[in-house]
């Protein structure tokens, strides 16, 4: 990944973070450029509305299609490899089946969730990349990612202007 | 009181990760030697060999097959409860999810290994496993036990990621507060959590995606644990209600669980400006749902019984009823329904140590539930000659008692290790609903509105 530095405001509210990226939003600044990290999850704010499709609950339908096909097919292969005669039941008992198939069919919906979490929030990720402590102080984050040199001051002034309490510049990270 | 900022609930609800007083440790290291003294015991019925247990011909399901389905079951207290509340969307439910659903996952882990207490040889648990060997057999997929096998791994495995998923914002907020090996540590259990939108956005997702699953999965966990009775031809077992009946006695054992768990918590933590008397209160109302509701399987099955006066069936029925398993039902009654009932649903009594108390009272009698349900049948089974008594020796009831200290010493470790109230979601909380807030801010002037 190339080397990247990026300038952030850090915003003490979520009404001046909005303004934050409204600002920068003025200024012809990207969205893909424009970096928010928040203490927690804010509703009804542009900047926490950002990124929101995701098709996750189809995957959690496939991911579940698949465990339960594979569930049934365990069962299935199961009992035709190893023929028990079980209580009179016939060799291909349907109820059973249903019931391996249901569970393997929840655990698949639920394991493709997960993986679909990690992989979409790119998570686990311990390398170096922008953050700043103080969001977890409370702080919004609001930053412009590899800005130019002759922007600086103005995303700066902006920032600023927008309520921003402290100003940093940082990287390469 | 002045309202509390973000950053002094984080504070409070950080304050007993640092630290261990000399209580906590003489707490723990007492209920360390009961453990311990479990472990023993069953090291010496795998040294001896299932002789030494109470278990004999006709009962061959005694302490180790109650503990399971009464751990199994106590572990409905946490993803179920907490996946409902989390759908209904119910504000109160921000400070209790995470009690809840770290009972869930110790309870299960400590029911599924009955199972391996119970074998006799327990060296040779691998043999259950479905893989290819000279000896050319294979689990059978119309045994109900290998559908708990299914049932309790899918619920155990959604369960600790429905807990640690939610973890990882917090683990964030001690990593950025640590210093040392505690932030490289907790750096690392972090995973690189930096709460963009997105993150925030695709973990909520997720977790109302899981909620949404585990609910069912739960239900089907303690059918399945239901149907290893109801599939056999044993007097009072082969029944149809058997499966509600059971989730039912999960849920009320779970809650109860919860309850008694939040007010140690409460007391221990000092988490009383988190832990607040309606939480006590909300969950005590449904506590006393589920108490009438037990009360309604057990009548409607006893009834049933009765009417129907089938003869394999009465001499377990009056056995209970008035003979030598009597005492045992009659406490079960009165720990279930006669004494929590009463405190749960007069107003004044649905105190913190009112529902702490109704909780005590139900955990015990659940217990006995189980216990009532699988020895009386086993010990009178439809030929008289084959009816016998079971007596537990001193080698279950210690590995018994081990759990319950097992599970509590867990606990204690798990809430000095991680938030035990997830603090996003109460912040989150916080600035969604300003009543909370203010519930939270405010709790005395609230409860005397």
């Known amino acids: ?173 | 009181m002045a309202q509390k900022t973000p950053e002094q609930i984080t504070d409070d609800l950080l304050r007993p990760l640092s630290g261990i007083s000399g209580r906590y440790a003489l707490s723990a290291a007492f209920l360390a030697g009961i453990v311990v003294a479990a472990l023993a015991a069953f090291m010496w019925q795998v040294y001896a060999g299932l002789g030494v247990s109470g278990l004999r011909t006709p009962v061959f399901w005694g302490f180790y097959i109650t503990d399971f389905v009464f751990w199994i079951g106590l572990s409905h207290a946490g993803t179920l409860i907490s996946a409902i509340l989390r759908l209904a969307n119910a504000t109160w439910r921000r400070p209790v999810t995470r009690c809840a659903e770290v009972i869930t996952v110790f309870a299960l882990s400590i029911g599924a290994a009955f199972p391996v207490i119970h074998l006799g040889r327990p060296w040779l648990a691998f043999w259950l496993f479905p893989y290819p060997s000279e000896r050319g057999i294979w689990p059978n997929i119309r045994s109900p036990l290998l559908w708990d096998f299914f049932a309790i791994n899918t619920y155990l495995i959604s369960s600790v990621t429905f807990l640690v998923l939610p973890i990882v914002p917090d683990m964030a907020l001690v990593r950025d507060r640590a210093a040392g090996w505690k932030k490289r540590i907790y750096g690392a259990l972090a995973l690189g959590w930096t709460g963009t939108p997105k993150q925030w956005h695709r973990l909520e997702t997720a977790m109302h995606i899981m909620a949404v699953a585990v609910i069912p999965v739960a239900v089907s966990v303690h059918s399945i644990v239901s149907w290893d009775f109801a599939m056999a031809p044993v007097p009072m077992w082969h029944s149809t209600i058997f499966a509600p009946y059971f989730v039912c006695g999960a849920i009320f054992s779970g809650i109860a669980a919860l309850i008694l768990a939040m007010a140690l918590l409460r007391k221990f933590l000092h988490l009383e400006e988190y832990l607040l008397p309606i939480h006590f209160e909300n969950l005590g109302k449904l506590l006393l749902v589920m108490s009438l509701l037990w009360f309604y399987f057990v009548f409607a099955e006893r009834l049933t019984t009765w009417y129907g006066n089938g003869s394999g069936e009465m001499p377990v029925f009056w056995t209970t009823q008035h003979g030598s398993y009597s005492p045992l039902f009659w406490a079960m009654v009165f720990c279930n329904f006669l004494i929590p009932a009463p405190i749960l649903a007069i107003k004044q009594l649905r105190t913190i140590t009112g529902t702490a108390i109704a909780s005590f009272t139900v955990v015990v009698g659940m217990w006995l539930e189980r216990f009532l349900i699988i020895v009386p049948s086993l010990s009178h089974k439809y030929l008289t000659y084959s009816w016998g008594t079971y007596r537990p020796t001193w080698v279950e009831i210690t590995i018994t008692v081990g759990t319950f200290c097992a599970m509590a010493l867990l606990y204690m470790i798990f809430s000095k290790l991680v938030p035990i109230i997830s603090i996003w979601e109460l912040k989150a909380g916080l600035q969604q609903a300003p009543n909370h807030a203010r519930i939270i801010a405010e709790p005395d002037e609230v409860r005397a509105d």
Not at chain 1, 30 to 56: A, C, L, Q
Not at chain 1, 113 to 134: A, G, H, M, R
């Open chain 1, 1 to 173: 990944m190339a080397i990247r530095s990026a300038i952030y405001g850090l915003f003490p509210d979520p009404d001046s973070a909005e303004r934050g990226i409204n600002a920068l939003n003025r200024a012809g600044i990207s969205p893909k450029r424009i970096i928010v990290m928040s203490p927690e999850p804010f509703d009804g704010y542009s900047f926490t509305e950002m990124d929101h499709s995701t098709p996750m609950p189809w995957l959690a339908a496939l991911g579940g299609l698949v465990g339960g096909t594979l569930g049934f097919l365990l069962a299935r292969l199961t009992q035709e490899s190893y023929p028990i005669n079980t209580g009179g039941m016939p060799l291909l008992a349907a109820w059973p089946s249903g019931i391996v198939t249901y569970e393997l069919t929840m655990l698949g919906a639920v394991l493709t969730t997960v993986v679909t979490l990690l992989i979409s929030t790119k998570l686990p990720n311990w390398k170096p990349k922008l953050y700043d402590p103080e969001v977890s102080h409370g702080k919004i984050l609001i930053g412009v990612l590899d800005p130019s040199s002759a922007a600086r001051a103005e995303i700066e002034n902006r920032l600023r202007g927008a309520g921003a309490e402290k100003v940093k510049i940082t990287g390469p990270f």
